[in-house]
């Protein structure tokens, strides 16, 4: 039975810090870092984490499309929660029902292709499709290597029975306990180990053992690569890979580390998606993971791949991108400072299990309700239909808003209330097909602000943190739809 990649997606923040600024902040202290000040890196913004990413690109990844998965596996070392499934929230968010496997995949860089792997091996079985969703927002020491190499991001990937638009032609996995770096319990911060040992002893030894492992499997010549993805922000490494295993040099892919940055767990799938991106029929894709050993998975493209056109993929977030010189910015978004809240940030923001529960469809889904006699949509669902020419009681159907296309009717930029990135954002938004909603809006450009009448949609990121208990709230949030205002 063959499987195969059936639909892809990625996401990649809006935020895109001027790696600059970071450099000219520490050369006082380290002027070596201005060798690594070029291009700009993937900011997350402050009501963004790995499952928020996460549920982005799977959005991304299944579009408008309602398919019956067997599972949710998400790969991250960024988990927002230690003992509460984060892929089960991924799940709710999209609304994918309780009849599936969540599993979260985490300990290792190369958890987002060890989550391919396995959803892979489970489909071969005769399950039903995996979904595979990788996001990483990772903290690092100020003035660091991995500071100015890394960028947050996220991509998923839908595998199912079919070849779909890339074929899986093999895999191979190695287990080897070598540690490059490594973040220790109750840490925040990676450890790392020197830049050469991790190159000869590391890249150089394991990487080609597994690559070569997999070509053997699938009978594929080195040199029959089109796309090879080597997921390390580490310069010209993948050339003495490539070179050392006989890949052509032209397929050696782009690391986005101009762009976007090393995203950790996800960058093996954020450069496998962009990969698909700019693919052909027929083409031969080699994707790694590195980290205490080494994944790699073979993948042929289809002649699928001319009809599949996502949503935005990696390509379209990376065109998407708002630069950011405010390098204190970045360090109050990843809580890297201790700043002066006020007293409107003091506030117990303890969450109600019981009623966060009774009410996850509205909170976490979007959901509304729809009147099945008039056809009048709402949110919050309620017991009686709001249209006063029907005012039906009981009527009320289920009506997801995720996706629908909305306008902003109006807004307000508060600075009297609190707001980690003031000022505070919201308003009403308004849906095409009916329904409105007075909620936050987000990710607002200062320099171009709010109009009323913009096209608006929703996005799924966090409410607020209740730091007291290490519990956060996700809820849906309005921002410009850049897409549709053709941006």
Known sequence: MSIGIQSFGGYIPRLRLDRGSIASAHAWFNPGLKGLGAGERAMANWDEDSITMAVEAARDCLGAASIDLGGIYMGSTTMPFQDRQNAGIVAQALLLGKNLLTLDIT???????????????????????????????????????????????????????????????????TAVDFIDHYRGQDQVYDYTWEERWVRDEGYMKLVPEACEAVLKKANIAAHDIKAFCFPAAMRRVANTLAKKMDIPEEAIRDNLQLKCGEAGAAHGLVMLVHA?????????????????GCDALLFQVTDAITHFNPVNGISGHLLMGRNETNYNRYLAHNEMIEMERGLRAEMDKQTGMTTLYRNKDMIMSAVGGKCSECGTVQFPKAGVCVNPNCGAVNAQEDYRFVGARAQLNSYTADRLTYSPDPPAYYGMVQFDEGGRVMTDITDVDPEIGLE?????????????????????????????DKKSNGE
């Open 107 to 173: 300990g290792s860089q190369r958890a987002g292709t060890s989550a391919l792997i396995a959803a892979c091996q489970v489909v071969m079985g005769g399950r039903k499709p995996i979904l595979v969703a990788a996001a990483e927002k990772r903290r690092a020491r100020a003035a660091s290597i991995i500071e100015m190499t890394t960028g947050d991001a996220g991509a998923a990937v839908l595998v199912g029975e079919g070849d779909g638009v890339a074929k899986l032609l093999g895999s191979h996995s």
């Open 276 to 292: 698909l991106e700019d693919s052909s029929c027929g083409d031969i894709i080699l994707v790694t993971g590195f980290g205490q």
């Open 452 to 480: 009323v009448g913009m096209p608006m949609k929703l996005t799924f990121r966090i409410k607020d943190y209740d730091t007291r208990r290490g519990f956060r709230r996700y809820y849906w949030k309005a921002t410009p």
